[in-house]
């Protein structure tokens, strides 16, 4: 399934994604420095709070054009495994210094 042209969100997903995945990443590393009692909980919070989020985020694209919603979706979930693999790369090789 390949694109001929760009999803309709395609810039908008990229920067939702970047920024919140970018903006969590920079709380848990001061949440990690600042309270690293309370690191895991905080961790288990943002991870609720993006599922909200996202699931927001992916309801309006749904709601806002049925036709072509599928290419949005997929091109979401692509980049947000990505976005989701590298936070994870980074948080453990933070958090395990």
Do not use: C
């Amino acid at each position: 399934m390949g694109f001929e042209t760009p999803p309709e969100y395609f810039f908008r997903t990229l920067i939702f994604l970047f920024v919140s995945t970018a903006g969590l990443y920079r709380f848990l590393l001061r949440t990690k420095q600042q309270r690293p009692d309370f690191f895991v909980q905080f961790y288990l919070a943002t991870m609720v709070v993006k599922l909200i989020a996202y699931g927001a985020y992916l309801f309006v694209i749904v709601t806002s054009q049925t036709e072509k919603a599928v290419y949005d979706i997929v091109f979401f979930m692509a980049v947000y495994f990505i976005f989701t693999a590298i936070e994870i790369g980074f948080l453990y090789r933070h958090v395990n210094r």
